[in-house]
């Protein structure tokens, strides 16, 4: 993926910008523009977006997904009391 870099920086600048960014932040750029203005630089920039996985506390162990289980332990976890804030209990009062 390459960055699209809009400014007034020459290249070899624009890609030392992009390299600062990238390692300092540890994400890919997606976008950069940079305006000089004698010694200033402002640099407005976007971020690649980064993949998420929803990681959850179940049965005293921390997983991505359930897939890889057992039977059994899908069990245990269908077996399991559902808890539900108050906020949520107030959502599903007024669906109803």
Known sequence: M??????????EEAQAY???????????????DIQLDG????LNYKFASAPFER???????LVGTM???NDAKKAEEAD???HFSVDD???DMEQL
Do not use: C, M
Request: proline residues 2%.
């Open 55 to 61: 990681i959850r506390r179940i049965t005293g162990y």
């Open 18 to 32: 992009v390299d600062y960014l990238q390692e300092k932040y540890n994400r890919k750029l997606e976008s950069l």
């Open 2 to 11: 390459s960055v699209q870099i809009t400014g007034n920086a020459s290249p």
């Open 67 to 69: 897939d890889h289980w």
């Open 80 to 82: 399991r009391v559902k």
């Open 39 to 42: 010694e200033f630089a402002d």
């Open 89 to 91: 209990s107030l959502n």
